[in-house]
């Protein structure tokens, strides 16, 4: 059963970083994409960013210019660098992993709260 943990949620201040990270249980193979996505509270689930496995990326737009991130195929982990915090970034973060249909995977979820 394959688990992705993810790690480096945390408090910090307005105009502040944070780095998450997140390593599947397992290696993986056939990993189409990995990516991060959100949940603020009272809010649907939105796309943070993505990587393909021919490095493309994919941001939304609330955080473009601000958050990058990065995947390592062979060791199926993917990392989100997060500057410039705002507020409203304040949300519950999930890591993905997919693979078509050979699975899609989420994680448990990180608190990221930017509050002064």
């Known amino acids: 059963h394959v688990q992705l943990v993810e790690s480096g949620g945390g408090l910090v201040q307005p105009g502040g970083s944070l780095r998450l990270s997140c390593a599947a249980s397992e290696r993986l193979f056939r990993v189409n994409v990995m990516g991060w996505y959100r949940q603020a509270p009272g809010k649907e689930r939105e796309l943070v960013a993505s990587?393909?496995?021919?490095?493309?990326?994919i941001y939304g737009d609330s955080v473009l210019g601000r958050f990058f991130i990065s995947g390592d195929y062979a060791k199926s982990t993917v990392s989100l660098q997060m500057h410039s915090l705002k507020a409203e970034d304040t949300a519950v973060y999930y890591c993905?992993?997919?693979?078509?249909?050979?699975?899609?995977?989420w994680g448990q979820g990180t608190q990221v709260t930017v509050s002064s």
């Open positions: 990587v393909s496995t021919d490095g493309s990326t």
């Open positions: 993905t992993i997919d693979r078509g249909r050979y699975g899609h995977y």
